[in-house]
């Protein structure tokens, strides 16, 4: 077993400004308020993950999830402790993969893999099965910025599965988008899994984390509260017990919603 | 690795995963090399220029027709208020040739500090999801204008040739020299500023302001000859202005290969040590890239939560 990701001591830091003008500020200061404040959105988090595991990630909102995800993607730097990854990286961001709104679909989906670290043959090979997967149409050709929310979050889906990557990264992918499409979202990331990618998931609905992952961590107050199996990560969140998740509990019981996860 | 997923009641079986063997090490996701890793990244800087280009003129149906529009309407300006009204025509031979140079070297350089101060910013939606060397934007944005020299040097050209310019040398590594200057000067400029503009939105305003001392703190619209005439042995420190440097240069290039007599024009109406002062404000411009660097990396990290 190859160590995929590594997470050491992890923490970062949010600098919260209360005053945007220098006035504001110089007024604030005279009158011996804050000026600026300090949170930490991660604190000392550690954990290591092996070669084709499948994490979820789990947490309330504000938890540092997308935070850790980001420096995991490396878009953020941890201000202490150290992240390393091994092998390519693709996935999503938060809703909406990092598209351009004044390029077409096309453009898009070319820069989105080159900045993935692919060539312009490499994305001539999978660009007709991401148009395909992304079932865009005719827009393909059009500004991102003319494409419903749905739209543009099935196209950086797509272009993010596409992407022979070593390590698969979804935060909240499966929020927007209708059932059919959230159906083909679960079934790719299953082949995904098959394939011996890691994994790592970042969701609300303790039903798609059960389907589809092996180990749960759960976030709370930027802290690492939970690390292991994924029911007893489930029961740590106390999804079950609440009323509007109650399918959850029978589980041969096909609720598409709490399954794909309906929830932002 | 076995399948977990016994709560999944439509899994047909419990299947064997693929072990992936992965041939990388384990190494941070962000790469830190700088402006190295931009051009290890070249595919990627190319898509980013060229969808700059694109994005400039989307939606306009003269497009890149525009680019060869506003020199030309600036270069009329120039000739007929400068020129004309004023009077420039009398003190300066082949004025509109002198104005133009100096033009392009100008333009080159505000642009790339207008637009590279913007870049990070104005790129958000693309710094905050992927993981990409942030100094691409202030570099592409330094390759856009200097692709929008070239409608402008066309221009250039033209009136050169029905003013009988006969390049020489000295017109290549003035060209050159010039260049050089402004896009080292100008991608140090620009990523200091860029990522100064995330923290504060006055840096991008302020940039305006700086662009309109540029445009007057260089011989373009009056001559060299003036200044050293004006102020005499302080006209040295009026060459320490990189600039102005690179602006003569394209007047040596162009402008004194237009007068009736180079040899004369570039003993009596050019700084003594042209070239020394060009190369030494190229290797000044060099160790400002340096710093802006390191500049760059000491604020780089908290560009996507400020965004």
Same mark, same amino acid.
């Given at each position: 077993?190859?160590?995929?990701?590594?997470?050491?001591?992890?923490?970062?830091?949010?600098?919260?400004?209360?005053?945007?003008?220098?006035?504001?500020?110089?007024?604030?200061?005279?009158?011996?308020?804050?000026?600026?404040?300090?949170?930490?959105?991660?604190?000392?988090?550690?954990?290591?993950?092996?070669?084709?595991?499948?994490?979820? /990630?789990?947490?309330?909102?504000?938890?540092?999830?997308?935070?850790?995800?980001?420096?995991?993607?490396?878009?953020?730097?941890?201000?202490?402790?150290?992240?390393?990854?091994?092998?390519?990286?693709?996935?999503?961001?938060?809703?909406?993969?990092?598209?351009?709104?004044?390029?077409?679909?096309?453009?898009?989906?070319?820069?989105?893999?080159?900045?993935?670290?692919?060539?312009?043959?490499?994305?001539?090979?999978?660009?007709?099965?991401?148009?395909?997967?992304?079932?865009?149409?005719?827009?393909?050709?059009?500004?991102?910025?003319?494409?419903?929310?749905?739209?543009?979050?099935?196209?950086?889906?797509?272009?993010?599965?596409?992407?022979?990557?070593?390590?698969? /990264?979804?935060?909240?992918?499966?929020?927007?988008?209708?059932?059919?499409?959230?159906?083909?979202?679960?079934?790719?990331?299953?082949?995904?899994?098959?394939?011996?990618?890691?994994?790592?998931?970042?969701?609300?609905?303790?039903?798609?984390?059960?389907?589809?992952? *092996?180990?749960?961590?759960? /976030?709370?107050?930027?802290?690492?509260?939970?690390?292991?199996?994924?029911? *007893?990560?489930?029961?740590? /969140?106390?999804?079950?017990?609440?009323?509007?998740?109650?399918? *959850?509990?029978?589980?041969?019981?096909?609720?598409?919603?709490?399954?794909?996860?309906?929830?932002? | 690795? =076995?399948?977990?997923?016994?709560?999944?009641?439509?899994?047909?079986?419990?299947?064997?995963?693929?072990?992936?063997?992965?041939?990388?090490?384990?190494?941070?996701?962000?790469?830190?090399?700088?402006?190295?890793?931009?051009?290890?990244?070249?595919?990627?800087?190319?898509?980013?220029?060229? #969808?700059?280009?694109?994005?400039?003129?989307?939606?306009?149906?003269?497009?890149?027709?525009?680019?060869?529009?506003?020199?030309?309407?600036?270069?009329?300006?120039?000739?007929?208020?400068?020129?004309?009204?004023?009077?420039?025509?009398?003190?300066?031979?082949?004025?509109?040739?002198?104005?133009?140079?100096?033009?392009?070297?100008?333009?080159?350089?505000?642009? =790339?500090?207008?637009?590279?101060?913007?870049?990070?910013?104005?790129?958000?939606?693309?710094?905050?999801?992927?993981?990409?060397?942030?100094?691409?934007?202030?570099?592409?944005?330094?390759?856009?204008?200097?692709?929008?020299?070239?409608?402008?040097?066309?221009?250039?050209?033209?009136?050169?040739?029905?003013?009988?310019?006969?390049?020489?040398?000295?017109?290549?590594?003035?060209?050159?020299?010039?260049?050089?200057?402004?896009?080292?000067?100008?991608?140090?400029?620009?990523?200091?500023?860029?990522?100064?503009?995330?923290?504060? #939105?006055?840096?991008?305003?302020?940039?305006?302001?700086?662009?309109?001392?540029?445009?007057?703190?260089?011989?373009?619209?009056?001559?060299?000859?003036?200044?050293? =005439?004006?102020?005499?042995?302080?006209?040295?420190?009026?060459?320490?202005?990189?600039?102005?440097?690179?602006?003569?240069?394209?007047? #040596?290039?162009?402008?004194?290969?237009?007068?009736?007599?180079?040899?004369? =024009?570039?003993?009596?109406?050019?700084?003594?040590?042209?070239?020394?002062?060009?190369?030494?404000?190229?290797?000044?411009?060099?160790?400002?890239?340096?710093?802006?660097?390191?500049?760059?990396?000491?604020?780089?990290?908290?560009?996507?939560? #400020?965004?």
């Amino acid at each position: 077993m190859t160590e995929s990701i590594r997470v050491e001591h992890v923490s970062k830091d949010f600098t919260l400004r209360y005053h945007r003008t220098f006035k504001q500020m110089t007024v604030a200061m005279l009158k011996g308020q804050e000026v600026s404040d300090r949170f930490t959105a991660v604190d000392d988090v550690s954990f290591s993950v092996e070669q084709g595991e499948s994490i979820g /990630l789990m947490g309330l909102n504000g938890s540092g999830k997308s935070t850790l995800l980001k420096m995991i993607n490396g878009v953020m730097r941890p201000d202490r402790g150290r992240v390393l990854t091994r092998g390519r990286i693709a996935g999503l961001i938060a809703t909406g993969a990092g598209f351009h709104p004044q390029l077409t679909g096309r453009e898009n989906i070319y820069l989105n893999a080159a900045v993935m670290g692919l060539t312009q043959k490499e994305t001539d090979r999978i660009f007709d099965d991401v148009v395909e997967f992304a079932d865009i149409g005719r827009f393909l050709d059009t500004p991102v910025s003319t494409y419903s929310s749905g739209m543009n979050a099935r196209l950086g889906f797509s272009v993010a599965v596409h992407i022979d990557s070593d390590i698969f /990264l979804a935060d909240e992918v499966l929020a927007v988008g209708d059932k059919p499409f959230k159906r083909k979202c679960l079934e790719r990331m299953e082949e995904i899994r098959q394939s011996g990618r890691t994994i790592f998931y970042v969701s609300h609905a303790a039903a798609s984390v059960k389907k589809m992952c *092996d180990r749960v961590l759960v /976030l709370e107050k930027g802290k690492l509260a939970f690390d292991g199996d994924v029911d *007893d990560g489930i029961k740590y /969140l106390k999804y079950g017990d609440d009323d509007e998740n109650a399918p *959850d509990e029978f589980d041969g019981l096909e609720n598409d919603d709490a399954e794909l996860g309906a929830d932002i | 690795m =076995t399948d977990m997923g016994t709560a999944t009641p439509d899994a047909p079986e419990v299947q064997e995963r693929t072990i992936r063997v992965v041939d990388a090490p384990l190494a941070p996701p962000s790469d830190n090399l700088g402006l190295l890793s931009v051009f290890r990244r070249r595919y990627l800087l190319r898509l980013l220029v060229r #969808r700059e280009i694109q994005a400039r003129y989307a939606n306009s149906v003269m497009g890149l027709f525009w680019s060869y529009i506003n020199p030309m309407s600036q270069f009329f300006i120039y000739w007929f208020v400068m020129g004309h009204i004023m009077g420039a025509h009398k003190g300066i031979p082949n004025y509109p040739v002198h104005v133009f140079s100096g033009m392009i070297v100008v333009h080159f350089f505000t642009e =790339t500090f207008g637009s590279g101060t913007r870049s990070i910013v104005r790129n958000k939606s693309l710094v905050n999801r992927l993981a990409l060397p942030k100094e691409m934007f202030p570099v592409s944005a330094m390759l856009v204008s200097l692709y929008h020299v070239l409608p402008a040097s066309f221009i250039l050209l033209i009136a050169c040739l029905a003013s009988g310019w006969v390049p020489d040398l000295g017109t290549v590594f003035g060209i050159l020299l010039g260049l050089g200057i402004i896009m080292f000067l100008g991608t140090a400029l620009a990523l200091i500023f860029s990522v100064a503009n995330v923290f504060f #939105r006055d840096f991008g305003s302020a940039v305006g302001i700086m662009s309109n001392f540029v445009r007057f703190g260089v011989p373009m619209i009056y001559s060299f000859e003036q200044i050293h =005439t004006k102020f005499g042995h302080w006209a040295d420190y009026y060459m320490l202005n990189p600039i102005a440097n690179a602006v003569l240069l394209f007047q #040596r290039a162009f402008w004194v290969q237009t007068t009736k007599y180079p040899h004369w =024009t570039i003993k009596h109406k050019m700084p003594e040590h042209l070239w020394i002062d060009g190369l030494v404000a190229l290797g000044a411009s060099m160790v400002v890239l340096v710093i802006a660097q390191l500049i760059f990396n000491r604020f780089e990290n908290r560009i996507p939560e #400020r965004l």
